[in-house]
């Protein structure tokens, strides 16, 4: 399956939001060999979409990265599972995003909104990049919607692309209203947000049904 600076906290997806490592673990979630057959506000920001359709659309077959094989390999949360489900509730369901399912839960009518759009693209933190944050700051944002929807929202593009896509395209406008820009390569994307530091992909061109996801190793956060 084919960035806002590192926060200092649809499912495609801003359900995103959700996270990643094995659940609960501190360090970036490691693989023996990049796999393709595992994996796997109150917002009033409509999720608009500039994809025609069926364009950045994957299959359980083009997912890619060095983590992949952390993602369940039976299940609602693995790859095969997340296929049929829109991106937030499909993030949900998947244990190394169970960090960012909560962020997205947390800002009134966000789960909604990337659940019903049409098409997204989602940079999806794993829960490994929660945790790298200075101490309290999730908690701290978790109960402020206000301050956490912007950041959740740095994270979803209102178009699908695969990671060839990405690429091709050197930048996406996130539902922010900020750009993500994309370096590295179409086997090993970065994404950055503006002049941010890049976050490098564990897993990804991870489908659902509205949404392609790719996991991330930290949280994309705005410059202050």
Known sequence: MRKIQRLAAVGAMA?????????????????????????????????????????GVTTVEDIFGPACDQVPTEGEGSAQGMIDD??????????????????????????????????????????????EL???TVDELLASPDKLAPILQAHVAGERLDAAGLIEAGSVDVLSG???????????????????????????????????VFV???VLMPAN
């Open 15 to 55: 359900a995103l939001t959700v996270a990643l490592g094995a659940c609960g673990s501190s360090e970036t979630p490691t693989a023996e060999a990049p796999t393709s057959s595992a994996p796997a506000e109150s917002s009033s920001a409509e999720a608009t979409t500039s994809a025609a359709a069926g364009d």
């Open 86 to 131: 829109p991106v937030a509730t499909a993030a949900s369901n998947n244990p190394l995003l169970s960090t960012l399912a909560t962020a997205v839960g947390a800002v009134p009518g966000l789960a909604d909104t990337l659940n019903s759009a049409e098409a997204l693209t989602v940079f999806a933190p794993f829960n490994g990049a929660f945790e």
């Open 134 to 136: 200075p101490p309290g």
């Open 178 to 212: 900020a750009t993500v820009n994309v370096g590295g390569t179409a086997d090993a994307p970065t994404f950055a947000l503006g002049e941010g530091e890049p976050a490098n992909t564990l897993c990804g061109n991870i489908p659902t049904a509205n949404a392609t």
């Open 216 to 218: 991330i190793d930290s």
